[in-house]
């Protein structure tokens, strides 16, 4: 059963998470979260985070006079990106004031802070006029919304005629869930603050119910799959870190639960409870 998030309790996911992501993503640098996308080009994490970007900006085909909504954009990875890659602009919004500080630092760093605006806005409930986006982007941000209805709907309110919505997240399969005796799915959605994994035909079925014209989706759960797996690597040393800092208070329940959480998603997806698609939705 879904079990509503708060949005402090986002907040604190990745707020307290965000050294986490520092040890093992290298945040500051790299200034992303997700899971990349491995191919025949790709030879580190570092790689497939920008391939990611590279990837859904050729899907959603942003070009340089579009205005893109980064929804969940996290320390500015994606608009940073977007902003250099294309020339478009691009409004990031988050609910983390400490992230929007971060992305601010980020833009400015890359000198793209003309072309950047960040703010702390519930992509579900937004203060934009109808039709100002060219795309609404997301990446693994929309698992977090309660009511992944009202983000659609929103979505495709401040979505342009002829917009586009390109979303890349995580999406439970038809597979039965009661076959997840180890409750793998709820565990790892507990962990990072998700209230429940939607699945896809679901989530096209709102889309379209929300007034999108075409709604197409790629499987690219073999792309990601390197990434999961080097999580799944990371739970013994994880682990043995986060016990040794709990002896001096440095670690709290969110981090022992990310931790945890790299041995979930990996469970959950070998034993094909999840996959992971870009969904692209026209207005």
């Not at 899907?59 to 608009?79: P, T």
């Not at 698992?143 to 992944?148: G, T």
């Not at 209805?149 to 999406?171: N, P």
Request: aromatic residues 12%; contains cysteine; hydrophobic residues 40%.
């Amino acid at each position: 059963m879904p079990t509503a998030v708060t949005d402090q309790q986002i907040i604190d996911y990745y707020e307290k998470s965000y050294d986490d992501y520092q040890i093992v993503w290298h945040v500051n640098s790299r200034m992303s979260m997700h899971y990349g996308y491995w191919d025949e080009t790709t030879h580190s994490l570092k790689d497939a985070l920008i391939n990611m970007n590279r990837r859904l900006a050729a899907v959603a085909g942003i070009r340089s006079h579009h205005h893109v909504l980064d929804a969940g954009c996290g320390v500015g990875g994606s608009s940073v990106y977007l902003a250099k890659e294309t020339g478009c602009r691009v409004t990031g919004i988050t609910l983390s004031q400490v992230q929007v500080a971060k992305a601010k630092e980020n833009a400015a760093k890359h000198s793209v802070s003309d072309q950047t605006d960040f703010r702390v806005v519930n992509f579900t409930a937004t203060p934009f006029d109808d039709q100002s986006f060219d795309v609404v982007w997301c990446i693994e941000s929309v698992c977090h919304a309660n009511d992944k209805a009202a983000f659609l709907r929103e979505a495709f309110r401040i979505l342009k005629k002829g917009g586009t919505l390109i979303v890349a997240d995580f999406f439970r399969t038809e597979k039965d869930p009661a076959l997840d005796t180890h409750h793998w799915m709820d565990r790892w959605a507990k962990t990072w603050a998700i209230p429940a994994f939607e699945k896809l035909s679901g989530f096209e079925s709102k889309a379209i119910q929300s007034g999108f014209s075409t709604v197409d989706n790629m499987d690219i759960t073999k792309p990601i799959f390197p990434t999961a797996k080097r999580l799944y690597y990371c739970l013994i040393p994880g682990i043995i870190c986060d016990r040794f800092l709990r002896l001096f208070g440095m670690r709290t329940n969110w981090n022992m639960g990310n931790v945890w959480s790299t041995l979930y998603q990996y469970r959950s997806l070998v034993e094909g409870f999840w996959d992971y698609r870009i969904v692209k939705a026209v207005k």
